[in-house]
């Protein structure tokens, strides 16, 4: 461009086309969010968290945590992972305290219900709706600590999950979608960190856009709603907490007390 040479300026009518666009294409995807939200609402209702009394002198696992521990998205409340545990090892006892919508703070209450009673496995899975309702990390963090000392409490063998980079689920868009990865990077973090001083296994689901397996097939791993995990999406995480955590190892084992008293 020489000196003196104007500027060209876009014209008024392609500023508001362009304007136009931008809104519409917001407000289709605020429409789409509220739809997922409503498919979302009818999965949770009709949800059915799994237990299954087992045999006496059997061990038993504890259950506790948000919706993905509740099984939330499968069709069936024998594909969540309870329910997979229970098929592979029939003869254990299954308690499942989890809920719908419950944060870090209301996994800490399932627990203190179990005080006392002993089990061979606490499986928890928490820390989404932590993510999704903004709990600050400065309030987080003495809960995390709290959550892994009262689960320690409970059992030797203590398997925490918490969530995976939501940002890259089907249901959200930027910038919020950009928001939501670095706020589970964190929690993420925060979570291994007391898993590790507690001596609890964490399993650790987030993973970066290039090597994450569900956002990459989110028509197989994603329900309805393109929130909650499908069944599938909760069989691949079932294979994956049976590799790497003493699960498998300490439902093998007969034990020696009675079974945990199930509601």
């Excluded at 009818?42 to 006496?56: M, P, S, T, Y």
């Amino acid at each position: 461009m020489s000196i003196g040479t104007p500027i060209r300026r876009a014209a008024p009518a392609t500023l508001a086309t362009v304007a136009g666009a931008t809104l519409a294409l917001g407000a289709w995807r605020w429409l789409q969010l509220l739809a997922s939200a409503r498919v979302g609402e009818d999965l949770a209702e009709r949800a059915v968290a799994f237990e299954r009394r087992g045999k006496q002198h059997a061990p038993t696992v504890l259950v506790v945590g948000d919706s993905i521990a509740v099984g939330t998205g499968a069709s069936r409340p024998e594909e969540s992972i309870a329910g997979r545990i229970s098929a592979a090892y029939p003869e254990v006892t299954i308690v499942n305290r989890a809920r719908n919508g419950a944060r870090t703070l209301d996994a800490i209450m399932q627990l203190a219900d179990e005080a006392g009673t002993r089990y061979d496995v606490v499986l928890v899975h928490v820390g989404g709706n932590d993510v999704l309702r903004r709990t600050p990390l400065r309030a987080l963090a003495p809960q995390v600590h709290a959550l892994m000392h009262r689960a320690r409490r409970l059992s030797h063998h203590v398997v925490v999950t918490t969530l995976p980079n939501v940002g890259l689920l089907p249901l959200f868009f930027p910038p919020f979608s950009w928001w939501l990865t670095r706020r589970a990077r964190l929690v993420c973090a925060l979570f291994a960190q007391e898993a590790k001083e507690h001596g609890v296994h964490y399993v650790d689901f987030f993973h970066p856009r290039a090597t994450d397996p569900f956002s990459r097939n989110a028509s197989r791993y994603f329900a309805g709603d393109r929130l909650h995990p499908s069944a599938e999406c909760y069989a691949f995480v079932y294979e994956t907490l049976m590799s790497c955590t003493p699960i498998a190892a300490a439902l093998s084992r007969p034990r020696l007390r009675p079974p945990a008293p199930s509601s």
